[in-house]
């Protein structure tokens, strides 16, 4: 099998205003051969896009300024300068500052609220040990309301009780039970 050798193709040369291909338009405009062509996909019906074969001229060319007003009219922007980048860049690092600032202050005031431990662990144990003695109370509060009852009276009574018990713990408040005792001092 013999190669066959093919010729390169050669480019005119366009005039000014005019890309030979899109890769050139891109270039001319700012923006990536890839946006060209996805505008040219996007657009293909409308009437708006410059030339007269999917956005090139009858000789292939591609008019620049006409180019640069599609774009503008269907809402592309091209690259981006390095300056506008770097302003960017620092309005994010001041808003991430900020909200680095916020958060801080917003935990500083938490730690404020905070109580010691040494206090929760003491209202903790004083919620417990007064469910402590509710429970142990249970027995002889419930024998003495047993008596005499039958089998459906005394699930109710058991019931009553042991929800008691429930409301008893579900309504402990540790904060309540220090103050009690500093109004107590």
Not at 33 to 52: C, E, F, M, S, Y
Not at 103 to 128: A, C, D, V
Not at 182 to 185: N, P, Q, V, W
């Given at each position: 099998?013999?190669?066959?050798?093919?010729?390169?193709?050669?480019?005119?040369?366009?005039?000014?205003?005019?890309?030979?291909?899109?890769?050139?338009?891109?270039?001319?405009?700012?923006?990536?051969?890839?946006?060209?062509?996805?505008?040219?996909?996007?657009?293909?019906?409308?009437?708006?896009?410059?030339?007269?074969?999917?956005?090139?001229?009858?000789?292939?060319?591609?008019?620049?300024?006409?180019?640069?007003?599609?774009?503008?009219?269907?809402?592309?922007?091209?690259?981006?300068k390095q300056?506008?980048?770097?302003?960017?860049?620092?309005?994010?690092?001041?808003?991430?500052?900020?909200?680095?600032?916020?958060?801080?202050?917003?935990?500083?005031?938490?730690?404020?609220?905070?109580?010691?431990?040494?206090?929760?662990?003491?209202?903790?144990?004083?919620?417990?040990?007064?469910?402590?003695?509710?429970?142990?109370?249970?027995?002889?509060?419930?024998?003495?309301?047993?008596?005499?009852?039958?089998?459906?009276?005394?699930?109710?009574?058991?019931?009553?009780?042991?929800?008691?018990?429930?409301?008893?713990?579900?309504?402990?408040?540790?904060?309540?039970?220090?103050?009690e005792d500093?109004?107590?001092?």
């Open positions: 099998m013999s190669k066959r050798k093919t010729r390169p193709r050669r480019r005119i040369a366009a005039p000014e205003g005019y890309a030979p291909n899109q890769t050139a338009l891109a270039i001319a405009l700012g923006t990536t051969r890839q946006t060209i062509t996805n505008a040219i996909k996007r657009h293909l019906n409308d009437p708006r896009l410059p030339g007269v074969k999917r956005g090139a001229e009858a000789d292939g060319r591609y008019n620049i300024s006409a180019w640069r007003e599609f774009l503008k009219a269907i809402g592309v922007t091209g690259r981006r300056e506008d980048l770097a302003e960017e860049h620092e309005i994010r690092l001041r808003r991430e500052r900020l909200r680095l600032v916020r958060e801080e202050f917003e935990f500083e005031q938490l730690k404020e609220r905070m109580l010691p431990m040494g206090e929760i662990e003491t209202g903790i144990t004083k919620i417990h040990s007064g469910y402590d003695v509710a429970l142990l109370a249970f027995g002889s509060r419930i024998n003495e309301q047993l008596e005499g009852l039958d089998y459906n009276d005394r699930a109710r009574v058991i019931r009553r009780e042991i929800e008691l018990l429930r409301k008893i713990y579900r309504e402990a408040n540790y904060l309540q039970v220090e103050f500093e109004k107590l001092d």
